[in-house]
Every structure is written in C-alpha cells, then in structure tokens.
C-alpha cells in the first residue's frame, strides 16, 4: 500500500510498531513462520515492480525511483535476483504473452 501511495516501504520497526510489539518479537514471529522481513518487502517489491512495468507507461528509471531504489542500475539487479531476468526483457516476454 505505501509504494501505490508513493511512500517508501515501512522499516521492519515502523511494521512492528504498527502491529504494536517490540521489533526483537515481530522478527522472531516471521522467522517461526518461515519467512523473514527482507524476504517480505523483497516479495513486496517484486510484485509492484511487476505491477508497474506490466503498466507499461513508466520508463525503468521512474519505477525504480518509485521504488526506493538509489538509482535504476540498482533497480535492475535487485529485478534480476527476483525475477530471474531483466526488467524490459520481463516485460516483453510478458506483452508477447497477450
């Protein structure tokens, strides 16, 4: 919700706060569950970038900013571990789909 409204992703002690518990709980709490909090905004992440390129109106460098990302090379990294490929390429496999 906060990428869609133009905020950054909340920091793991903004969430736990939110949730109000100490941060040290929240974590384990994630960690019992399987997962981790990188793991989540990583997924998180991901799933907006996807959203946004599919959009197809905003250049790469625009979503990374959207994003947080320091710049679009950094974007572009992270988007190859998630997805396994770059982000044009992602999105034009994605149009041919259609």
Same mark, same amino acid.
């Given at each position: ?34 997962? @981790?909090?990188?793991?989540?905004? =990583? #997924? $998180?992440?991901?799933?907006? %970038?996807? +959203? ?12 990374? @900013?959207?994003?947080?990302?320091? =710049? #679009? $090379?950094?974007?572009?990294? %992270?988007? +190859? ?18």
């Amino acid at each position: 919700a906060a990428v869609r409204q133009g905020r950054p992703i909340p920091a793991l002690e903004e969430v736990a706060a939110t949730l109000e518990r100490p941060a040290s709980t929240f974590r384990r709490q994630l960690e019992r569950g399987g997962t @981790s909090f990188r793991k989540l905004r =990583d #997924a $998180s992440l991901a799933a907006q %970038a996807q +959203r946004l390129l599919l959009r197809g109106d905003l250049p790469v460098e625009q979503i990374a @900013s959207r994003l947080g990302f320091s =710049d #679009a $090379s950094t974007f572009r990294r %992270a988007f +190859r571990k998630w997805c396994g490929t770059a982000p044009t390429r992602w999105s034009a496999d994605q149009a041919s789909v259609d």
